[in-house]
């Protein structure tokens, strides 16, 4: 078995193949928060909803799949917790807790490590099995999110889903196959050399 083909075995994410060290992790861990706080500004009005479509959802799980479980958690916990203590890098240039859509803030947490999880168990090699991790990703962010977003902005549960999950089941999907295409392609790229 060559080199390559060992380091890219189930139990293993991209960030893996990079020179360990806390360096690494460190950096990885800034590249995340960042990457998601950049995609967060691409954004795009919802009419009737307080929450716009984002980059966010699909950076979160990209940097969950990339770099598993922990540091996919720590980098979205940073991206969080500076996004709270002022740094305006949430959706339209954000911060603070006090946001109707903060619950999502939260979610992309949770699905980073769930699907940096899944992906440590082989789900990042293969189209179907990424895609399984990234709905289901998907769908933890709206079961975080869309409660918050009732809480926070006095909405009845259906109007939370009409406003805050309805409206962005398209553009999901279509980040979902996006995800679901780039990662397995980069795996298959990395095992031919």
């Known amino acids: ?14 960030a893996d193949l990079l020179p360990a060290g806390r360096v690494r992790d460190i950096a990885l861990v800034a590249g995340g928060a960042a990457l998601t706080g950049v ?7 919802v009419p009737g909803s ?19 479980a922990g540091r996919g958690f720590l980098s979205l916990a940073l991206y969080a917790l500076a996004g709270v203590v002022g740094v305006p890098w949430f959706a339209e240039g954000g911060s603070g807790a006090g946001m109707v859509s903060f619950g999502y803030v939260l979610g992309l947490m949770l699905a ?20 399984g991790a990234v709905l289901l990703g998907e769908a933890l962010i709206y079961a975080v999110g869309v409660p ?4 926070a902005a006095d909405m ?15 553009g999901d999907a279509l980040k979902a ?5 780039l990662v397995p392609a980069v795996w298959k790229l990395l095992d031919r050399r």
């Open 1 to 14: 078995m060559s080199t390559l083909a060992a380091s890219s075995a189930p139990g293993r994410v991209l």
């Open 39 to 45: 995609a967060a500004q691409l954004a795009v009005p």
């Open 50 to 68: 307080p929450v716009p479509v984002t980059g966010q959802t699909f950076a979160a799980l990209l940097v969950g799949t990339s770099l598993g």
């Open 112 to 131: 980073a490590t769930v699907v940096g999880a899944l992906a440590r168990r082989g789900a990042d090699r293969n189209v179907w099995r990424m895609a």
């Open 148 to 151: 918050y977003l009732a809480y």
């Open 156 to 170: 009845s549960a259906s109007q939370a889903i009409a406003a805050g999950l309805t409206p962005y089941l398209l």
């Open 177 to 181: 196959a996006l995800a679901m295409g």
